[in-house]
């Protein structure tokens, strides 16, 4: 993959003192060095603009909103040692709450695990599957509505995200490509080091897990985003085949990606193309 280096300035003029010791030019320098060596772990896509924080005004939309608002989105887990690991949201599930059957809300139902469901828009909502991996999930508008986070393009610190999945892996597993490290939601649980206890905190204002705007890209564009049934919800009847999950078309990253949807969404635009085409 290819890597981005900076180009190295030095100061124009020294003082007196700095050209007696040297220290300051050698901080510098070695401060450059080590900004560099950092680039080369960072994804060719990942911006080094300043991004800036969502807040509650984002998360609270309505949930097929949000799902599709988080798309394009860097999510940034902060470690105890400092280090940030950061993805982009490439993949999403909208559960409607109380009227969605196939949702940990359906008919309104609280209880002591989906209780982060019913709380104020932005709450992080952490359940277990299979009893071993963990899903994260963030409250929207809407009594028991919650986006799923299902897929992520990592940006930054792939090297701790290997580390981390590797540590859930059986010895001897073959080295996960970059693509696969966030590819589902148990897998970006796992790279991120998202923790049951992230349960019931707030993405708004959390200090060690976050979500940020792409400075890059104000937008995702509608005709870049695929909806199509959600996955392993098959035995709750209608709501197996409405099309809640949203997802980056063609990404890598996606984890199962509908080629019927995507042939639906490019044969409408297509038709859409060929009557514009017709009124100019």
């Known amino acids: 993959m290819a890597t981005r280096k900076r180009k190295k300035s030095l100061p124009q003029s020294e003082s007196a003192s700095d050209k007696s010791d040297g220290e300051p030019l050698k901080r510098l320098i070695q401060c450059q060095s080590n900004t560099s060596s950092v680039d080369h772990y960072l994804s060719p896509f990942f ?7 969502l807040t509650y005004s984002f998360f609270s939309q309505p949930c097929v909103d949000l799902a599709k608002a988080f798309l394009g989105k860097v999510l940034v887990r902060k470690l105890s040692d400092g280090t940030e690991l950061r ?3 490439v ?24 209780t982060a469901m019913f709380m104020k828009p932005g709450t992080i909502y952490v359940y277990p599957i299979y009893g071993i991996h963990l899903c994260m999930n963030v409250s929207s508008q809407g009594e028991g509505a919650a986006v799923l986070l299902r897929s992520l393009e990592p940006l930054s610190g792939q090297d ?15 080295i996960l490509k970059e693509k696969e490290l966030c590819n589902g939601p148990s897998k970006l ?7 049951r206890s992230f349960d019931r905190r707030d993405l708004a204002t959390d200090a060690e897990v976050w979500l ?3 400075p890059e890209r104000e937008t995702v564009s509608a005709g870049e985003v695929v909806s199509a049934p959600r996955i392993g919800v098959e035995s709750h009847g ?11 078309r063609a990404h890598p990253c996606v984890s199962v990606l509908n080629r019927d949807a995507e042939r639906q969404m490019q044969s409408s635009t297509d038709l859409q193309n060929t009557e514009m085409e017709r009124t100019v």
């Open 47 to 53: 911006s080094m603009k300043e991004s800036v924080r």
């Open 87 to 89: 993805g982009r949201v």
């Open 91 to 114: 993949e999403t599930e909208a559960y409607l709450g109380g009227e969605d059957k196939a949702s940990h809300s359906a008919g309104g139902k609280r209880t002591e695990r989906n």
């Open 160 to 174: 701790v995200m290997r580390g981390l999945r590797a540590a859930k892996r059986k010895a001897g597993a073959k």
């Open 189 to 195: 649980c796992q790279a991120l080091d998202i923790l």
């Open 212 to 214: 940020e705007g792409d």
């Open 238 to 248: 209608e709501w197996a085949t409405k099309p809640l999950r949203f997802y980056l």
